[in-house]
Nanobody
Framework: QVQLVESGGGLVQPGGSLRLSCAASGSIFSFAVMGWYRQAPGKRRELVASITTTGTTNYADSVKGRFTISRDNAKNTAYLQMNSLKPEDTAVYYC??????????????WGQGTQVTVSS
């Protein structure tokens, strides 16, 4: 069983920056695709960014050029650097670890979420 713990959220003004961290327990971190999702009130949870075991990244169009996802396999930790934050970035951000094949998900783990609020 894998546990994910997010940290680094908070209140920031538009244009500011935050760095989220996701610390993973368990033995499968190096085998997992890591992702950051977010969910705003009244909206569906959406993928923000993901990174594969080999470092290939993917970003939502809304955050491309502003957010950077990274991982440190030696520390079992994933990060989301968020720059040029906008009010529409306000949401609860969730860390996700997923073990996948091309057709099925073998494991899917979530953190508890951390609140990011962008407001002036």
């Amino acid at each position: 069983q894998v546990q994910l713990v997010e940290s680094g959220g908070g209140l920031v003004q538009p244009g500011g920056s935050l760095r989220l961290s996701c610390a993973a327990s368990g033995s499968i971190f190096s085998f997992a695709v890591m992702g950051w999702y977010r969910q705003a009130p009244g909206k569906r949870r959406e993928l923000v960014a993901s990174i594969t075991t080999t470092g290939t990244t993917n970003y939502a169009d809304s955050v491309k050029g502003r957010f950077t996802i990274s991982r440190d396999n030696a520390k079992n930790t994933a990060y989301l650097q968020m720059n040029s934050l906008k009010p529409e970035d306000t949401a609860v951000y969730y860390c996700n670890a997923r073990i996948v094949t091309t057709v099925v998900t073998l494991g899917d783990y979530w953190g508890q979420g951390t609140q990011v609020t962008v407001s002036s």
